[in-house]
């Protein structure tokens, strides 16, 4: 992938970067496979905001994505174009069955269009394919990775990631994930063989504000520059510090660095090694 460079025409256009999509085939998506997402720019069913700075942006269809694929067991697919997705920052690819159904999947690095895939119990240790954990080397790079059997791919799916299987010993498979963490899976386990595609998207640089707002993020003011009666931090002539010992949100509670995860939460028991801090 290449990141393509702008002339600097105007002071944002001087640092903005964008995807060269090199990889992408074709810019027409198969309408089977498209639906509408309305967007609730961070509002519950009572209209509350209940997730701040979301909202606006550009216009954009949800592509089906099949993250399990188990349903295609055994059948060879071939991959017909590889394609962009405003909803992930990864690129997908449209796969199509000898069946003649046709699938989107999450595009590995370097796959080909007219390149053969396919999901079984064991198969080739080929890019694009998917197996159980069981039947994978130690070492491979993985993604889109199940935690509970059945339940589809939950964990490596965005841009440039990857998981590898550490060891088979015993009952469960040790995978460290790309955070660092080591966790146990159960050895039934889907997951597919490389590394998501898009490695270089966490270069990008966004480059204006006005970018930002297409993606639907909306500008974030600082807690420091409002009132007293807004912010924890607000308050003080000029440019004062926060005058706290520690962070907080707006409505009080610590932020930065302060643990959120339940101490006894289910999957403790599976987490062999955490993640790097």
């Known amino acids: 992938m290449s990141i393509k ?17 090199d990889a992408i085939t074709t810019s027409k998506p198969q309408k089977s496979l498209l639906t509408f997402v309305k967007n609730k720019a961070g509002r519950n069913n009572q209209g509350k905001i ?3 700075h979301k909202g606006g942006g550009h ?14 067991l055994n059948i060879e697919g071939k991959v017909t174009t590889v394609e962009y997705d405003p909803y992930r920052s990864a690129f997908i690819m449209l796969v199509t069955y000898v069946d003649g159904d046709k699938r989107y999947h999450l595009a590995p690095n370097d796959i080909e269009v007219g390149q053969s895939i396919l999901t079984a119990e064991k198969t080739e240790i080929q890019t694009g394919n998917r197996m159980q954990l069981r039947n994978i080397p130690v070492g491979y790079p993985i993604h889109n990775l199940e935690l509970t059997p059945k339940k589809g791919g939950q964990m490596v799916k965005s841009a440039g990631s990857s998981a590898k299987v550490v060891s088979l010993e015993g ?16 050895k039934d386990c889907y997951a597919t063989i ?13 480059g204006k504000a006005g970018r930002s707002r297409w993606m639907r993020k909306r500008p974030t003011v600082r807690g420091k520059v409002m009132n007293p009666c807004d912010h924890p931090h607000g308050g003080g002539e000029g440019a004062n510090p926060i005058g706290l010992k520690h962070p907080k949100t707006p409505w009080g509670l610590p932020a930065l660095g302060v643990k959120t995860r339940a101490k006894k939460k289910y999957s403790n028991k599976d987490i062999l090694k955490r993640r790097k801090k």
Do not use: W
């Not at 002339?7 to 999509?21: A, E, I, V």
């Not at 216009?59 to 295609?72: A, E, G, I, N, S």
């Not at 490389?194 to 966004?206: A, K, Y």
């Open 171 to 186: 009952a469960k498979a040790q995978v460290e994930l790309p955070s660092g963490e080591v966790r146990l899976i159960p």
């Open 194 to 206: 490389g590394t998501v595609s898009n490695h270089d998207h966490g270069n990008i640089v966004i």
């Open 50 to 52: 209940t997730v701040r």
């Open 5 to 21: 460079n702008y002339k600097p025409t105007t002071p944002s256009r001087r640092q903005m970067t964008t995807n060269g999509f």
């Open 59 to 72: 216009k954009r269809k949800y592509r089906l994505v099949d993250f399990d694929q188990t349903k295609k």
